[in-house]
Every structure is written in C-alpha cells, then in structure tokens.
C-alpha cells in the first residue's frame, strides 16, 4: 500500500471491528486502520500462525503481549520509531466497548513510507540459516568459516536482509542484491542501525537469562527520517532461548510458537489450509511461554501490565 506503513493485503478484519474509522489492511497477525493522513491505528490479534496458514483457536494474550513487549523495547531502546501512543483514548472515535477490547493489544503510530526489506541480524546459527548452511551455503551464511554446529553462537552478529514478501515466506538477499534494492547509503543505515539495536537487546536479554538468538526489524521513512516500524523484539519477531537451555549442537527450546509447530509437524499434515484446530493444552503451552518471556524481559508480572493498560 504506497505510501504507508501497511503492506498487508486488504481484507475485513477479522478483530471487532473499529467502527469509527476504516479498516485499510489485515496481516496474520494484525489489524490496521487508518486514523488520519498522518497516523494508524495498529492492532495486534490473538491470531498465531504456522507455515503461513493462520490456525484456530487463537492465543489468549498473545497480542497483548506482542504490544506489551513492543512498547518496553521502543522505550529501552531510545532509537527513533513509530510509536505515539498506546492509549487507546488518544484515538478518536473508539467507542467505550472497543476501547475495552483494544486495551494493551492497540499501537497509535506515525504513517512512515514501508521500506521494502526485512532486517534480520543473527547471532547464532539456527533456523534457515543453519538449514543453509548445513546444505552448503547460501545469502545468509556465505561469510561464516566452516564447520560450526547448529545453535553455535557466531564469531559476531551478522546481517541477512530478506525480501520484505506480502505473502508467504520472505526470500534472503545476498549483500550485493540488497543494495540494490535499496542503495548503498540506505543499506549500510540499516545494516548498522540494526546491528545496533541487536546488541542492545542483546546484552539486555543477556541481563535477564535469555538469549537473543536472532530478529528481524522493519523501517519507514517520515519526513526524510528513517525510523523503526513495526513491532520490535517479540516472540513472534525474534528467537529467544533460556539461557540454561542453551547447548550448541541441537535443538533449543524457545519462548515462541514452538509447541505450535512441534504438533502441527505429528499431524501429517500438508501445511496448506485448513490446518488442524490446536488442542487446548497446546493452546495453554504457547500462551505461558508468551507470558513467561514478557515477565523475565520486562521485569513485572503480566497481570501487571493488563491492569495498567486498563485490559484486566
């Protein structure tokens, strides 16, 4: 969608819809809704997805969490972005009942021109990558010496932009392609800037027992300023490991929608739609990691958060 933060295909939403102001966009995840010229409205469903097929039933809190997250970090991270408000009486028109739905899962946010490319830092081999690499070598590993193990930490973080797709899976750019796609200024800007925010969720992360294995951030421009959009450092946008879990050489258990994918992958299913409906304890596993991942990084208890937002 030119000029706009939104790059999701337009369809109803599927929230409760915000009957004051109109809907321009759905993501797997997301609602938005354009507030005036100049803002959004960014609202993040309990809807979870696999293999890009948005499953059934949903993850409870699993949008607050995403916002609550979201809105620490903006905070820790003091590099400019997006975000206005997270108060949803900032927002026009929002009816008291909505108001109540969208307590602790809702972003008021600048309208930034999307840049087209996904900036994703790694700082250990795992994922794609580790699938790349073990396979011989590819965008994202081409500069990393021989013989390290799956989950290896890495000599340092590294840089491996991906195609920002609107459907289906984002494609890894080589160095050479990714300049050309957005320039060599624009690219070492994000390149550097990425790496940067990296190490500060890093070493934070680091602080409170938890790795961060790896993350993707986006960026807008407003007003000649590159700035960062999106959601930022959340389970759905970044690997996080317990520390204590961590071995290189395997797998590692992560505070995301592992126990999501675990399952799907016993069912033999095709991974095209419809996707088998989740059973409720796997639905109560997600949600806890969710949860347990906010409380560790944040520092305070969820319940917490929901009250001041005004979402108890």
């Not at 972003?107 to 396979?135: H, Q």
């Not at 395997?250 to 409906?277: C, H, I, N, S, Y």
């Not at 997600?286 to 001041?308: D, I, K, M, N, Q």
């Amino acid at each position: 969608m030119s000029g706009s933060f939104v790059t999701e295909v337009d369809s109803a939403p599927i929230l409760g819809a915000v009957q004051a102001l109109e809907h321009i966009g759905s993501g797997k995840v997301r609602e938005i809704y354009r507030v005036d010229e100049d803002r959004l409205l960014i609202v993040a469903t309990d809807r979870i997805s696999a293999f890009d097929v948005v499953l059934e039933p949903e993850i409870p809190d699993k949008g607050r969490v995403l916002t609550g997250l979201s809105l620490h970090w903006f905070d820790v991270l003091g590099t400019p972005h997006h975000l206005l408000s997270a108060d949803v009486a900032d927002v026009p028109g929002i009816a008291a009942a909505e108001r109540e739905e969208l307590a602790g899962r809702a972003m008021l946010v600048r309208r930034a021109d999307v840049i087209p490319m996904e900036c994703v830092v790694r700082g250990y081999l795992y994922g794609s990558s580790w699938k790349e690499y073990a396979a011989g070598g590819g965008p994202t590993t081409e500069h990393l010496p021989a013989g390290l193990e799956q989950a290896a930490e890495l000599p340092e973080p590294i840089f491996t932009p991906a195609t920002k797709a609107e459907s289906g899976h984002d494609e890894n750019l080589t160095e050479a392609a990714a300049r050309e796609l957005v320039g060599d200024a624009l690219y070492e800007e994000l390149r550097s800037r990425s790496l940067a925010i990296y190490e500060t969720g890093r070493s934070y992360a680091a602080e409170r027992g938890i790795i961060l294995a790896d993350t993707k951030f986006e960026f807008g421009i407003v007003d000649g300023e590159v700035i960062l959009v999106d959601e930022v450092l959340t389970p759905d946008s970044s690997r996080y490991w317990p520390a204590e879990d961590w071995v290189p050489g395997g797998v590692v258990p992560a505070f995301d929608k592992q126990p999501v994918r675990d399952w799907l992958e016993t069912r033999g299913w095709d991974k095209t739609p419809p996707a088998p409906v989740l059973p409720p304890e796997v639905v109560t596993d997600t949600t806890r990691r969710y949860v347990e991942v906010y409380e560790r990084l944040v520092g305070e208890p969820f319940a917490s958060y929901l009250t001041r937002m005004g979402a108890a």
